[in-house]
C-alpha cells in the first residue's frame, strides 16, 4: 500500500491504563497514618494513551493496539480513546485479568507514581495483527519496561514494521525495576525516531551526560530526542546537536503526560516530512501547551481549544 493510500496515520502499540490523580497533597505518605488530597481525579492514563489521544486531537488519523481488562476501567479508556476518534477496534480485551490502574501523587513539577500493570502485562507479539498495522504509515511504541509480554520482542517488532514500510518510533519511558537492559545496538537502527527523556537517556547508554550518550549510540541510531522538562529538549539529527529551549510557562498546572504531548506534537510534523528543527519546536509547544491544564489530555479537549492556548499563552499560531 502506498503511503498516500494509507488509512490511518499512526498506530500506537503499547500500554493502557487509568490514572487516579491526588493533587493538592497535605505531605507525604506514611505506613500507618494517613494524609488528605484535596483534589481527585479519575481520567485516561498511560504514556502510549496520552499519545494516541492528543495526537488524534491534533489532526492526525490515529489507531491502536493493545490490551485491557473487561471491567470498568476498561470502559472508561475505550470511551476516552473514542471520544477522540482512536480506532480502538484492535484492542484486546482479557476476561481473566484487569485493566491498569496508576495512582498519581502528584506534587509541584514532579509526581510519584504507583501502578498496577493488570491487562498491560499480557500484551504479546503474536497478539498484534500485522495486517492492520500496515494500514498506518508509522507506528509508535511507549513503556516496553511496562509490558514484559513484548520486551523481549521488542526489536522483531521495530524490525518487522520497517519491512511493512512504516516508519517507526520509541518512548522507552521508566523502568520500574531499573535494570535499562535494552539491546539498543540491535534495536535502534530499525527505530527512525528515538524519545526518551533525560533521565532515561543516561540510564539507558550509561553515560553521564546526554553528549556522550549521543556519542556512544549514534553510529547505530537515527534521530535522537531527549526531554528534559522545563529545561527544553536536545536533539540528534544524524549530524549535529540541537538544543531546542521550552516554551516558558509562567502558570504549570502540571507536568503530566508532557512528555507524550510533546511526542504527539514531534511525530505529528514528522509524518509530514517536516524538517527536524521544525519538529522539535512543534513538539515543545505541544508539550508546552500540556502543563497549562490539568492531567495528560486536559489541553486537548479539541483542534480549538489547542489553537485558542497557543496563541493566548504562547503567542503562537499553529
Ligand atoms: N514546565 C514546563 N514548561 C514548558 N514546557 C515544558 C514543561 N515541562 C515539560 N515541557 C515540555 O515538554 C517536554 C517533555 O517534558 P518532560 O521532559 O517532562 O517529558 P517526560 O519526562 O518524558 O514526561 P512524561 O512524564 O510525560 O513521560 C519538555 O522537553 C518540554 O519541551
Ligand atoms: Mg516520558
Redesign the pocket.
Known amino acids: 500500500m502506498s503511503a498516500s493510500k494509507k488509512k490511518l496515520d499512526v498506530i500506537v502499540i503499547g500500554e493502557l491504563n487509568v490514572d487516579i490523580i491526588l493533587s493538592s497533597i497535605d505531605g507525604f505518605p506514611s505506613i500507618g497514618k494517613e494524609i488528605l488530597a484535596n483534589y481527585m481525579s479519575v481520567t485516561l492514563g498511560s504514556?502510549s494513551a496520552?499519545f494516541a489521544s492528543n495526537l488524534s486531537s491534533l489532526g492526525t488519523i490515529v489507531g491502536f493496539i493493545g490490551k485491557v481488562g473487561d471491567d470498568i476501567f476498561a470502559k472508561l479508556v475505550l470511551d476516552s480513546l473514542q471520544s477522540k476518534n482512536v480506532d480502538t477496534s484492535h484492542i484486546l480485551r482479557s476476561a481473566s485479568v484487569p485493566t491498569g490502574a496508576t495512582i498519581v501523587l502528584n506534587y509541584d513539577?514532579d509526581?510519584a507514581n504507583i501502578t498496577f500493570p493488570g491487562a498491560m502485562n499480557d500484551l504479546q507479539i503474536e497478539n498484534i495483527d500485522f495486517a492492520f498495522l500496515s494500514t498506518a504509515r508509522h507506528m509508535h511504541f511507549s513503556s516496553c519496561f511496562m509490558q514484559p509480554g513484548i520486551k523481549n520482542d521488542i526489536t522483531e517488532l521495530f524490525r518487522k514494521a520497517k519491512e511493512l514500510g512504516l516508519t517507526t518510533s520509541l518512548?522507552t519511558?521508566?523502568d520500574p525495576e531499573e535494570k535499562w537492559d535494552l539491546p539498543l545496538e540491535n534495536l535502534l537502527p530499525w527505530v527512525d525516531v528515538f524519545?526518551?527523556?533525560?533521565?532515561?537517556f543516561k540510564f539507558l547508554t550509561r553515560a553521564d551526560t546526554i553528549e556522550e550518550g549521543i556519542k556512544k549510540i549514534k553510529q547505530f541510531a537515527n534521530y535522537i530526542i531527549?526531554?528534559?522538562?522545563?529545561?527544553?529538549?536536545i536533539g540528534w539529527d544524524g549530524e549535529n546537536i540541537i538544543y531546542?529551549?521550552?516554551?516558558?510557562?509562567d502558570k504549570?498546572v502540571d507536568?503530566?503526560?508532557?512528555?507524550?504531548?510533546?511526542?504527539a506534537g514531534y511525530i505529528m510534523d514528522y509524518i509530514k516530512n517536516k524538517p527536524f528543527k521544525k519538529c522539535l519546536e512543534t513538539?515543545?509547544?505541544?508539550?508546552?501547551i500540556?502543563?497549562t491544564r490539568a492531567g495528560?489530555t486536559g489541553a486537548f479537549e479539541n483542534i480549538t481549544l489547542i489553537r485558542e492556548i497557543s496563541r493566548e499563552r504562547f503567542n503562537l499560531i499553529f
Open positions: 504514556s496520552i513539577q509526581r518512548d519511558q521508566w524519545l526518551p527523556n533525560f533521565q532515561e531527549i526531554k528534559n522538562g522545563s529545561n527544553g529538549s531546542q529551549p521550552a516554551f516558558k510557562n504549570v507536568c503530566i503526560g508532557a512528555g507524550d504531548s510533546f511526542n513538539g515543545s509547544l505541544i508539550g508546552a500540556n502543563t495528560g
